[in-house]
């Protein structure tokens, strides 16, 4: 078993700064890859970026791209996004997830998931 918590949202106002941070316990965190998605009110969860399991390799949706960072740091046992010029339309829930091995994008080949953190971006 892999537990995620999340943590750093909150409020913000557009056009600020957020970073979410994710750590993790319970397994040999660097044989993971790491995703942040996102859930709005109302809509599906929605990719917003992975990395791969060394840090190497990592994409990011093309709504958050050149915005958001996603990061990690396997001797901590952290994955971090961080969310640059956020707008409105950025509010959700954030959620981590642990994939083991290869990195993917889509949700449910994800293996495991924290409780997620809020983020809501003021206009």
């Known amino acids: 078993q892999v537990q995620l918590v999340e943590s750093g949202g909150g409020l913000v106002q557009a056009g600020g700064s957020l970073r979410l941070s994710c750590a993790a316990s319970g397994r040999t965190f660097s044989n993971y890859a790491m995703g942040w998605f996102r859930q709005a009110p109302g809509k599906e969860r929605e990719f917003v970026a992975a990395i791969s399991r060394g840090g190497g390799s990592t994409r990011s949706a093309d709504s958050v791209k050149g915005r958001f960072t996603i990061s990690r740091d396997n001797a901590k046992n952290t994955v971090y996004l961080q969310m640059n010029s956020l707008k409105p339309e950025d509010t959700a829930v954030y959620y981590c997830?642990?994939?083991?091995?290869?990195?993917?994008?889509?949700?449910?080949?994800?293996?495991?998931w924290g409780q997620g953190t809020q983020v809501i971006v003021s206009s």
């Open positions: 997830a642990a994939r083991y091995e290869a990195i993917a994008y889509v949700g449910t080949r994800f293996d495991y």
